[in-house]
């Protein structure tokens, strides 16, 4: 079953790159978005949202993809397990590990990749999945986060976090089928068409 135009309405609006930045904070973003959006979509949204981050033209900008990080971590905000359970676990994981430089050409061919972020988003999640100041982040609109010292470019704690959350993700994921844990999407190039192996190798 697919959104809800109202839904998709709504998450617009949020997304709206021309206001997203500054017309509200996360607070605000918060109670419209549980105002909005019933629990029972909170999954089938949740994957939209990771379709937009897939794809660097549909969030372009770093305001846009913090509130997209923000609203994963508010849908289960109120279920009483770790960070890990998660159903966006693995796209925290993908995030934390991006790097703008060696991600580009990978992004190119495979459309399933998160795309590459910015040090200040990835301190932003960190921030986010480890609680920490939380109530002086809600209180800031995007634009106030990007330009505030809440986020520390600490790559010794952001790669220890990492690693915490790869290997209870590799846990928790490792009797599932060997399709599920390679997360590769239902749909795949025709290989006549988008050669990519001969491609990579091109560009090793």
């Not at 021309?18 to 999954?43: A, M, R, V």
């Not at 330009?147 to 599932?176: A, C, H, P, V």
Request: hydrophobic share 35%.
């Amino acid at each position: 079953m697919s959104l809800s135009s109202k839904d998709i309405n709504l998450i617009l609006n949020l997304l709206n790159e021309e206001t997203c930045g500054s017309s509200l904070t996360f607070e605000q973003i918060s109670i419209k978005f549980q105002h909005g959006i019933l629990k029972s979509d909170y999954l089938r949204l949740g994957n939209a949202l990771v379709l937009l981050l897939q794809n660097r033209d549909l969030a372009p900008t770093s305001q846009q993809r913090l509130i997209i990080f923000y609203l994963f971590i508010e849908m289960y905000k109120n279920e009483q397990q770790s960070i890990y359970m998660n159903p966006f676990a693995p796209v925290f994981l993908s995030v934390l590990q991006s790097n703008e430089e060696n991600s580009t050409a990978t992004q190119k061919y495979f459309h399933w990749v998160i795309s590459p972020v910015t040090k200040h988003e990835r301190s932003f999640l960190s921030l986010l999945i480890n609680n920490t100041n939380n109530r002086d982040l809600l209180n800031k609109t995007p634009n106030e986060i990007l330009q505030s010292d809440l986020l520390s470019n600490d790559d010794s704690k952001q790669k220890g976090l990492q690693q915490q959350l790869k290997e209870n993700i590799y846990e928790r994921t490792k009797d599932f089928s060997t399709l599920v844990q390679c997360h590769l999407p239902a749909v795949i190039d025709d290989p006549e068409i988008n050669n990519v192996c001969q491609d990579i190798e091109n560009l090793l």
